[in-house]
């Protein structure tokens, strides 16, 4: 089912009662989830990913915007005639009954000429326990349980009334490390089984890449980058996407544009693009690379864009050199640099020559981003 | 480790000396006092020991009327409370503005004294040469006939009875159940409503499951406490209780030590064993009753 949200907005009332100001969890959101496909909401904590999420389950009713669901509107239609299954970030799980129980409990809710009987019930809720796996442990009370079988067992309740849409809050964040990349895999093999149109929402950018046909990144309830996940994490459209996406992080320096070339420090480490020193975007006639153009920039590496060279552009203090086996990360530092330390991961078969107190780089262009000092808006 | 061992009876010892002097001690004395037969508080001596007091106890018809009065007002007020005190937790819990005020009126006559409750009852139902009591001129509004609930028929007595009791444990089970259900975690009721859950499913397989352990809480002592009821009954109908035909198990028992027919350590002993098997059986039965149906 394509999912569509048109100017969706949420406003809530100020906790804080002398604000007059309602907070805004969603700000005008506009995008299209296409029928199908795995979508990461991705953004800091607090920024309005688990209320779009709500907004689409209709737990939430928004203050502006529509939601449709095909050629639905279903901006009105109260939750459960939307067809979606919900899992929660603590699983939700009724402690009192069983797994079989836990999971044929929407089914239970249906009335009328959809009444299932008790085999049907058990037929289905066997059938959603072998998709993911846990239909061993019919019998088993949640507390039982590990908490990637309760996970498990939540998708499973989530997908037993064959919903159109299924929508998990922060499926991974309550599994240990080792689970989170096994049930990532599961959760990747689930929506390719069933080809439901899937939404999670995460605040760990690895998760969200990684099995993510498109991901959106959200922050202070505005959307500021949709797109596949290796595209955004190429392009990415301002700094802070910039910043949220990679681990470790993109290393943001301080820089300016003059003369057509971008300076750290004193130090000119590529040409400008055409047209990027200009304050006013798309005004390229004429006045592309002027020579007295000055503007001041943030310059964003990406920790796999330097490449040690005696000769590079640009020139850093060594703090010390981590060996991480495949790769090795260097670690330094530059008084035009916005963090405390610069990561730097290069393949280890490079790092041999490095010794002294600073080494010399050069950098990749594809993965050196530039970005307005003012807007931070990409260059 | 063994050696050490003194040292954490040296711990226990004020609470176990406290406990031995003022619980077991004087529970065994009250094992001995029952059996101990023509005991005399005079001379402090006993004529033999048997059953006798147990046999008198049980066919003194004032303890037969005192332990029907007591099981009338267990039975009556226990579930009736309970209930209650359920439907108006729902209530407090579902409406937002003025939770608080609520809160507070209910839970008034758990900080209330309760002879002052009883006073207030009396106003309310006692008849008297000016006045036939509130109650009664609701009822003459409706056509009635006055009815004297004090010094009355049974019924009307055991009516007042068992109104003063539930209404005054209701507070108490109110604040359990209210905090009970909010501890009922809200992201239970968002999946239930995401897949459409009628509100009668959602309470009998969601919420009253998650409570069921402390309504279970609520009724074993309510049952408890309802079966050691007496100064209740003291504040409504004075404390010649068994004239009125009102008295209980533990106000039989208290006649026979100190009342003015008192003086009787052995029958009062007797009928305080009594008292105790019954509720040790009824709570034994809770138990075996509750393993089945409360969750966790």
Known sequence: MKITLEHLTKRFPNRNKKIKEDVIAASDLTFEIPDGKLIGLLGP???????????????????????????????????????????????????????????????GNLRGKDKLTKEQMHERALEAAKLVQIDTLMERKPNELSGGQQQRVAIARA?????????????LSNLDARLRLQTREELSRIQHE??????????????????????????????????????????PGNLFVA???????????EGEIRDGKVYIGDEAVLDAPNGSANATPGN??????????????????????FIPDENGALTVKLNKIEVMGRDTSIVAEHPAFTGT??????????????????VRFSLKPKKVHLFDHETEETI | ???????????????????????????????????????????????????????????????????????????????????????IS???SSVKPLRNAFQTIYFLPYVTNTLAVGLVFMVLFKKTEYTDGMVNLLIHLFGGKTVDFIDGPYWAKMFVMCLYTVWIVLPFKILILTSALASVKEDYYKAARVDGTRPSRIFFKITLPMISPMIFYLVITGFIGAFKAYSDEVALFGTDLNSAGMNTMVGYVYDMLYGNSGGYPSFASAAALILFAVVFTITCINLMVSRNKIHY
Request: some cysteine.
């Open chain 1, 243 to 253: 910043k949220f996406l990679g681990t470790p992080p993109i290393n943001v320096f």
């Open chain 1, 159 to 171: 997908l037993v009334k064959m919903p159109s849409v299924l929508l998990l809050d922060e499926p």
């Open chain 1, 284 to 305: 390229t006639d004429g006045a592309s690379a002027d020579a007295d153009s000055y503007r001041k920039i943030y310059v964003g590496i990406r920790p796999e864009g």
């Open chain 1, 341 to 358: 330390t610069i990561r730097a991961i290069v393949p280890s078969e490079d790092v041999e020559g490095i010794t002294g107190e600073t």
């Open chain 1, 45 to 107: 904590s607090g920024c309005g990913k688990s209320t779009t999420l709500n907004l689409i389950s209709g737990l939430e009713t928004p203050t502006e915007g529509r939601i449709y669901f095909g050629d639905n509107d279903v901006t009105d239609v109260p939750p459960e005639n939307r067809g979606v299954g919900l899992v929660f970030q603590n699983y939700a799980l009724y402690p009192h009954l069983t797994v079989e129980d836990n999971i044929a409990f929407p089914l």
């Open chain 2, 1 to 87: 480790m063994k050696q050490k061992n003194y040292k954490g009876w040296l711990y226990l010892l004020p609470a176990i000396v406290f406990l031995g002097v003022f619980m077991v001690y004087p529970l065994i004395d009250v094992i001995i006092y029952s059996f101990e037969e023509g005991y005399s508080f005079v001379t402090q001596k006993s004529t033999g020991t048997g059953l006798y007091n147990f046999q008198y106890v049980l066919h003194d018809t004032y303890f037969v009327q005192a332990l029907r009065n007591t099981f009338i007002i267990v039975i009556i007020t226990v579930p009736v409370s309970t209930g209650l005190a359920l439907l």
């Open chain 1, 194 to 235: 069933t080809g439901i149109t899937t939404i999670f929402v995460t605040h760990d950018q690895e998760e969200a890449m990684s099995i993510s046909d498109m991901i959106v990144v959200m922050k202070e309830g505005v959307i500021h980058q949709i797109g596949k996940p290796q595209e955004v994490y190429d392009h």
């Open chain 2, 90 to 92: 729902l209530a407090l």
